[in-house]
Structures are given as C-alpha cells and as structure tokens.
C-alpha cells in the first residue's frame, strides 16, 4: 500500500483527535502498569479492594459515555465534551501524585475515568463524523494506532524514569501530567467542530431505543457476555508480579503488548472494511480465550513474553472495530448516543468483571480470574457466530 493511499479518508480532525490520544496514551499508560503495584506493595491495599477501584472506575465512566453520547447528539455540539474530558483525565493525573492511602486512589481513578466518560463518546462519533463510510474501519484503525503509539512510549518512559528517579513511584505520577496537558492545548487550539448530520434545529432529539435495529441489540448481548468476563488489564499485572517480575521487569512485558496492539490495529480495521467486521471480531475473542488460559494455566517467566504479544491481537481486532460496528448499524443523527450506550452496558459488565475477578483470585487463587475470563470469550465468540 503506497503511503498517500494508506491515509486516504483520514481527515484533518481525525489526525488531531489520534495526536491527542497519542500525548494522553502517554500519560495513562506512564501510570497504569505502576498502580496496581503502588496500591498493593506501598498501600497495603489487598486485591479485592484493586477489584472494586478497577470495576467502579469503569462503571462511572460508562454511564457518562452513554450520556454524554446522548447530549452531544441533542446539541449537536462534540468539542466542548472532547476538551473537557482530556482535562478531567489530566486532573487525575495531579491526584495520584497527592495520593497516600487507597480511597485516595480511588477518587483519582474516578475523576481519571469521568473525563474519559464524558469525552470517549462524543470523541468517537466525531471521528465517525469526519470520516465516509467505507473507511470507517481505516480511521477508527488509525486513530487506535495513534493512541497505541502512546501506550507504547508511556511504559517505556515511565521504565526510564524508575531508573531515574530511583523507584519513586510518586514522582513518575507527577511528570505524567505534561503530556495530558500538552493534548488538552492541542486540542484548545487545533480541533474543530465538524459537520454531522442535524435532527432539525430547535428540534428536540428524541431517542427511542426501540428504533435501534436487531442487529445492534445483538452486538450488544454479545458484547455483555464477553465483558462480564473481561476484568482489568491491572490483573495480567499482578499476575506478572505474582510470578516474581520485577516491576521495570513488568512494564516492559507490558510494552510488548502496547507494541503488538499499535502494529496490528490499522490492518485489522483495515481488514474489517473489506472483509468482515463478525469475522475479524471473533477471532479477536477466541485469541482473548487463548491468552487468558495461558495466564490461568501456563504462565511462566518465559511464556508471559509471547502471551503479552499475543494478547496485543485481540485488542487490536476488537476495540476500534467494535465502535465501528456501532456504526455501521444505527443512523448518524443517533450516532453518539449508540456508541455511548454500547459503552454503558458493556462498562457495566466490566465493573462485576472486575469484582468477580478480584474476589475469585482472593478466595480460590490467581488463576481462576484467567479461566473464567477465557470461559466467558469462548462462549461470546459461540453466540456471535449463531446470533450474527
């Protein structure tokens, strides 16, 4: 593919909105493969209570993204939710620094997950506003390849960092404030507010959920079930240092996955286009299964290498396709509110995840979280083929 063909279709405020999700994917991803290991080892906090901030954190934050959806599309207006969402997730970047017991934490972990509630939504359907049809794939691809890009360059500076700063955790929380802000100033001055399709104007949107078509009440029951088994990635972290990496150790293992995840997101939405979305999705599951076995079953201080890179695939195949999917099945007028709704349910479904994973490693063992989630993936996979 010739280079000026690889980015036909990606727009002005698509290259924007991806740089954002670059600078902010630097900042989050700085942090995330360290607190689970700062909320553990320095707070005493014990994994169940990791399970309830991870599950609670994500549960705010989907009921936000279906709302904010909703009014973005009532008011026909994506920025201001765009910008103040990137600036919410760089104030929970200031609270982890002031941090020093675990409700603390939780409170960050919250603002951190309310912007990202309050701008995902209004975020994606202004992608899928900047973009025709038939790249939707490509630029929902590129814009997670961008934000890979990020969540690769993160861990890999915060691992320098622990070297610099001689393993104090506190600071890194500190100079990860830099980049979100950079993106917030990106956005201020960059970002427009794009065309989309208007419901009328003085015309109060009215959404009968109802009116969404089979298909993407099916998608939705489908991806209830694998998300009700889909926990947090800070479990894949403290099974890592559970087996006894060490925590630079742990980070870059960690990048391996961002780097699998960041090569493979813009071919899979690419893929997708031409081919199938179904196809391309189920096999993102049915990898899920595969790497959660072996983290449940066969994780050694060899195999945690290749079942790190290879989880980077099923993330790749399922997370810009699915928003997609999305949107490819509801009208653009209720683009925002579909999108956000998908995320409402399937973050509920990832808090008892989160919950359930949390207790099952702390009354059976740190396996049994991995072969529940694998259990649940299969049995989506199963339903996608038959329902789809």
Known sequence: MKPARAFTGIKKNVVVLSVTSLLTDISSEMLYPIIPIFLTSVLGAPMSILGLIEGAAEA???????????????????KPFVIWGYSLSALGKLLFFLAYSWPFIFLARVVDRIGKGVRTSPRDAMIADSCEAKYRGKVF?????MDTIGACLGPLLAFWLLYVCKDDLRSIFLIALVPALAGVGILIFWLK??????????IPLKINIRKFSPTFWKFIFISTIFA??????????MRAKDIGLTTG???????VYNISYSALSLPAGVISDRLSRKTVMVAGYLIFAFVYTGFGAYVTKVTIWPLFFIYGFYIAMTDGISKAFVADVVGKEVMGTAIGLYYCITGFAAFFASLIAGLLWTHIGSS???????????????????LL
């Open 60 to 78: 705010v934050a989907s009921v936000l993204k279906a709302f904010s959806g909703y009014i973005s599309d009532l008011f026909e207006k994506r």
């Open 141 to 145: 691809g590129f814009h997670r390849a």
């Open 193 to 202: 507010e794009g065309p989309h399709s208007a419901h009328g104007e003085g």
């Open 228 to 237: 009700i088994g889909n926990s947090s990635d800070a479990f894949l972290i």
């Open 249 to 255: 150790v742990i980070i870059l293992a960690y990048v």
């Open 368 to 386: 049994a979280p991995f072969i529940y989630g694998a259990a649940m993936a299969v049995i989506s996979s199963v339903a996608f083929l038959i």
